[in-house]
């Protein structure tokens, strides 16, 4: 190779191993690599600058409710951990979930509790980010509640306003009724009684008769009331120093997937709480975000658009429309990645590839413009290449280029793009090319170009 290879800046290049082996593998799978997200992340700015905008309302004692809409593969959970990190960067717990049949907002069988649980299993913070952070955050309560109580033993209970405002919620009683049982136990050391309570918080009682056995109360989390203890937590969270919290429930489309349509109305009908909630002020220090494809929501048949209720509410604006996008309004259609943004990504990653494998950035600018004009021409007009498809192939490519150094990288590009004459033809712009995608150099045919499987 004559040419420079691209990323020769070095900039990247400082990826530790142990983050560029996850980002490479969680690509090449074609999912959300779960830690190093910033080595890769391209575009979005005014996603998350929404999202933030929603983080100072939700720190301010507000509320918010937005969903994210996205093809399969445009990015919709990447933009959801991004989220992630950035809530629990500034301090925000933040719970998520997929839904699944298993795992939906309502249902007769437990499914609504399903998602309580594993929303509850998922709570992370800054520093306990794999989940699992309820006791933490009790502790830190606890631990800040009794040093306040040993600094003035005669004085009001430290924790009276708080409760006071927990009080005025639904199944507020409920809820104090086991913070303070969790107080007493870890004042006096009853590992077992703390154990219960956190039992309790997690929705993990079946049956009252065992919450009444272990901790004398005769409530217990459930299906249809989960929800309201959602709100407890987030307006507790703040007692124990946090902003808020930031629920995020990803694969919405397991609700249009529910064939009965009794249970999916149900189903909707929780989400119309969740919206009117944080419209009406009756929820506090909560942001809630779901991730769905488009036809989930806008279907009219089985979508959330086929409750009118929800669709009234949601249906975009008169002035919103594409290229004019309003930040403001409940759903955020995730817009197809630029040409500009595929290139930035394709060079971080040739970059982290080859710092990994320890092995030359063989691909020069040339070789990348014509991989992404291939990727890019590919796609039907009515659809767009997703940033799974790009980056699932270019790793696969760099893997290729890596271990077949006898080969030139033209060579294998033929191989795998498809044969054809190495120098682009001049030709009229693929039909398939998007707007949003502007190649840097004459585009060719698509219809030249045989289909590259993986
Ligand atoms: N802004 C981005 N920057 C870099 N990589 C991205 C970006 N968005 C998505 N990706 C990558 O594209 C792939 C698909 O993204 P993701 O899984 O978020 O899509 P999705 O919309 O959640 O798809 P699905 O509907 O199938 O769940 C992932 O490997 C992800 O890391
Ligand atoms: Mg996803």
Not at 232 to 243: E, K
Not at 247 to 257: M, T
Not at 285 to 310: C, K, N, V
């Amino acid at each position: 190779m004559n040419s420079k290879p691209m990323g020769a800046d070095g900039q990247d290049t400082a990826v530790p191993r142990r983050i560029a082996a996850a980002i490479l593998s969680s690509l090449k799978g074609g999912v959300v690599p779960r830690i190093g997200l910033p080595y890769v992340t391209v575009g979005r700015e005014v996603e998350v600058q929404a999202f933030l905008t929603d983080l100072d309302l939700i720190a301010a004692g507000g509320a918010s409710f937005r969903f994210l809409v996205g093809r399969f593969g445009a990015g919709k959970s990447f933009l959801l951990q991004t989220v992630r990190n950035r809530a629990t960067g500034e301090n925000f717990v933040v719970a998520d979930c997929d839904l699944s049949p298993e795992r939906r907002l309502q249902g007769g069988q437990g499914q609504g509790l399903a998602t309580y649980r594993e929303l509850i299993k998922n709570l992370s913070t800054k520093t306990r980010p794999e989940g699992q952070a309820l006791r933490l955050v009790l502790d830190r309560w606890v631990t800040a509640s009794l040093a306040a109580r040993a600094a003035d033993p005669a004085g009001p209970d430290p924790d009276a306003e708080l409760f006071h405002e927990l009080e005025d919620m639904v199944h507020g009683f409920d809820f104090t009724y086991i913070l303070r049982a969790y107080r007493d136990a870890a004042a006096a050391g009853d590992d077992l009684a703390q154990g219960a309570c956190l039992r309790w918080l997690r929705g993990e009682y079946r049956l009252k008769s065992e919450a009444r056995a272990d901790l004398r109360t005769g409530t217990i989390i459930g299906d249809d009331d989960w929800y309201d203890y959602v709100k407890l937590l987030a307006r507790f969270l703040t007692g124990a120093g946090y902003q808020g919290l930031i629920v995020l429930i990803d694969e919405l489309v397991n609700l249009y997937n529910i064939p009965n349509a009794t249970a999916r109305q149900n189903n909707y009908e929780k989400i119309l709480q969740m919206y009117n909630d944080t419209l009406q002020g009756k929820a506090h220090h909560l942001g809630i975000i779901m991730g769905s494809t488009p036809q989930a929501i806008e279907d009219r048949r089985r979508g959330i658009f086929s409750y009118e209720a929800l669709r009234s509410r949601l249906t975009q604006g008169t002035y919103a429309r594409e290229g004019m996008r309003d930040m403001l309004a409940p759903i955020i259609n995730l817009q197809p990645l630029t040409y500009e943004e595929f290139m930035v990504l394709i060079e971080k990653l040739q970059r982290i590839h080859s710092g990994y494998h320890g092995c030359p950035e063989r691909l020069t600018q040339a070789d990348l413009v014509r991989f992404l004009t291939d990727q890019l021409s590919r796609v039907g007009a009515d659809s767009h290449v997703t940033p799974r498809d790009v980056t699932r192939r270019f790793i696969e490519l760099l893997d290729i280029v890596s271990q077949n150094p006898d080969k030139t990288v033209a060579q294998i590009m033929d191989e795998v793009l498809g044969a054809r004459a190495s120098a682009p033809t001049a030709g009229e712009v693929g039909t398939g090319v998007g707007a949003a995608v502007a190649p840097a150099t004459a585009p060719r045919d698509p219809a030249l170009f045989a289909e590259f499987q993986l």
